[in-house]
Structures are given as structure tokens and as C-alpha cells.
């Protein structure tokens, strides 16, 4: 099987239950979230019929919550294998599978099911042995809590590992175009990489979520790093049809970056994630075509004075935080 690209919510749960379903040998799974019943069932019956399965959970949110709980118990009671993720990261963000030591999913959802029916995301197949492998063997450092080493070859990108020197040369490589979609645009560095691009001649497409679906303490580099790509001439967009999770960059329409990796500080440094370059035709022909369409069924992002305290009044803190930014005094006053 070549490397291919699964876009969600098009290619539905089943796309990822039919490849658990032909599990043979081995499953090992590693998720923020996994709370959807379908995925869930489809595991547990992987299981039933003799596979070894592994589940890698992330055991809390940044702010302690846990949304797992159930789920690790109905895993446990059908005999997984289940694990907390390694204490070393803060987080570990990473959305992933092996089957039978053949095939990788390297993934930008949860297995949750808003991502799996209402959100924008994204899955690369891969059948490479060697990165395969490399996810099996930072799977199983991470099991254990010892030492992982991504290969210098591997497509693979890892964090906190390599991801953000990895995707900085992705960006400064770009000699046309550039298409993003992201919930989070606030590392420094790669902000000023794509300032670097169009400064350069390079078109920049930006597809954001709404400021005000930041959290209170990122609402700053989030409206300021999108405001200060805006100015300098990159067009920043908003999904009309869909919700935006899924994290993409796509460069000349010949070579893309996929995987969980937000371009945040705390993605980069913190926490364990996962994602993919490739330039392999059957994932750049569709992952082209799909960025286009959300691209036609998107909107500008008002980004202006106005617009931003317009949005930031759908926050659930209010306009707090707005008075650091650079908004003119009479707009900040509005209520």
C-alpha cells in the first residue's frame, strides 16, 4: 500500500475501522482523545480475535481534566494493554497507529467523534519500513519511559524531538506558494520564517480558527502573530462549512507536512507529537483538491481593530487581554 491520504470527515470512521478490522498480529495506538463508541468497538474486537493491542493514552489536559477515564476501563476490561503516556511531555498531543508492524497512520484527529464527523482533519497511510518501524520504536521508548532518537533520514517529524527545525526549513524551501491550516499560529520562529516568505515573493494562504476560540492566555500570540502575517500580505482565512482541527502546510503543491504538530511554543518544546513530510503524488493530488475547496468555502478573517474585539466578545473571558494588543484606543474602549 502507497503512502495516501485520508481527509475527515469525508472518508467517515470507517476508513480507519475496516484497517483495524484486517489487524492480524499487532495494534498499537497512541491518542489525546479517544472517546468515540465505533472506534472503540472496533479495537475491542481486534482484541477478541487475538491481537496484541497496545493503547497509549494521554492521561490529562494542560488544566488537569481527563476525558479518557471510560474508555481506558472498557480497554482494560477486554484485556488491552493500556498506558499512560510518558511523563516526560506535558501533553502528549500525538494521534497515531501501527498495524501488524506494516502499516502507519500518522494523524491530525482524535478519535473522538466531532473529529471524525464535524472537523476538518487529516490521516497519511504509510507502508515505509523504515518509518513504520521508527513509530513502533518511539512507541515503545515511550512505553517504557527511555530515550527516543528519530532516525536523520526518516520523513518523520517529531516533537519535542525535531519539529520546529523541521518545519522551519519546510517553509524556507517554499519558492511559490504556501498553504496552511492550523488552530494556532504563536512560535516566533515560524512566524517569522512565513514572514521571510512573502517577503520574498512567496503567496501565503492562512486557514485560522476565530481568535476568540483561543484560550484567555494564548488570545495575544494568537491575534498578534495572525495580525502581523495579515499586514505583511499573507491572506488569512476561516472555514465556513467545517470546524478547523487539523494541522497541514503544503509548499509549491509538491510537498506537504501532516500531523498533530500545532505551531505553538508549547507543541514544539512540551509536548509529544507526531506528523509527516511527503511528497508523495497520491497524498498531494488530494490533499491540492481539498485544500481548494476549503479554501472557495472559506471567508477573510477580520482581522482589524474592529473585527477582532467584535470576535473576542464571543470569548468566555470577554475582550480581556485585548488591551495588549495593538488596537486603536477607541475601539478597545467598545463594549
Known amino acids: 500500500m502507497p503512502s495516501r491520504l485520508l481527509v475527515f470527515p469525508d472518508d467517515t470512521a470507517r476508513s480507519l475501522i475496516d484497517a483495524l478490522n484486517g489487524a492480524q498480529q499487532s495494534v498499537n495506538i497512541r491518542m489525546f482523545l479517544f472517546t468515540d463508541p465505533d472506534m472503540l468497538a472496533a479495537v475491542q474486537a481486534a482484541r477478541r480475535r487475538g491481537v496484541q493491542v497496545r493503547v497509549m493514552l494521554n492521561p490529562r489536559r494542560r488544566d488537569g481534566s481527563s476525558d479518557n477515564e471510560d474508555t481506558r476501563q472498557a480497554l482494560l476490561d477486554a484485556g488491552v494493554e493500556v498506558r499512560d503516556s510518558s511523563p516526560a511531555f506535558a501533553v502528549t498531543h500525538q494521534k497515531s497507529m501501527t498495524i501488524d508492524g506494516k502499516i502507519g497512520f500518522v494523524e491530525s484527529l482524535n478519535w473522538e467523534t466531532r473529529d471524525l464527523t464535524e472537523t476538518r482533519d487529516y490521516a497519511v497511510v504509510v507502508d515505509d519500513p523504515l518509518e513504520v518501524s521508527e513509530m513502533q520504536r518511539c512507541f515503545d521508548a515511550d512505553w517504557t519511559h527511555t530515550p527516543f532518537t528519530p532516525h536523520p533520514k526518516s520523513r518523520l517529524i517529531w516533537c519535542p524531538n525535531n519539529g520546529r527545525a523541521r518545519i522551519a526549513a519546510f517553509i524556507d524551501a517554499a519558492r511559490s506558494t504556501l498553504w496552511l491550516q492550523n488552530e494556532r499560529y504563536q512560535d516566533t520562529v515560524i512566524i517569522e520564517r512565513l514572514v521571510r516568505a512573502l517577503a520574498r515573493g512567496v503567496k501565503v494562504h492562512i486557514m485560522a480558527r476565530p481568535p476568540h476560540n483561543l484560550k484567555k492566555d494564548k488570545l495575544i500570540e494568537g491575534v498578534g502573530g495572525l495580525r502581523i502575517m495579515r ?27 501532516i500531523g498533530s504538530i500545532n505551531l505553538a ?12 513530510e511527503t511528497e508523495a503524488p497520491e497524498v498531494i493530488d488530494r490533499l491540492r483538491e481539498v485544500t481548494r475547496r476549503d479554501w472557495q468555502s472559506s471567508e477573510m478573517l477580520d482581522l482589524s481593530d474592529d473585527g477582532v474585539l467584535a470576535d473576542l466578545s464571543k470569548h468566555h473571558h470577554g475582550h480581556a487581554g485585548a488591551k495588549q494588543l495593538a488596537l486603536k484606543a477607541g475601539g478597545a474602549k467598545k463594549k
Do not use: C, N, Q, Y
Not at 467545517?242 to 503543491?253: N, P, Q, T, W
Not at 511554543?265 to 509527516?276: T, V, W
Open 231 to 257: 499586514d505583511v500580505g499573507a491572506k488569512v482565512h476561516r472555514l465556513k462549512h467545517l470546524k478547523l482541527h487539523g494541522k497541514m502546510l503544503l509548499a509549491d503543491e509538491t510537498r506537504a507536512i
Open 265 to 276: 511554543p508549547g507543541s514544539f518544546d512540551e509536548r509529544r507529537e507526531l506528523a509527516i
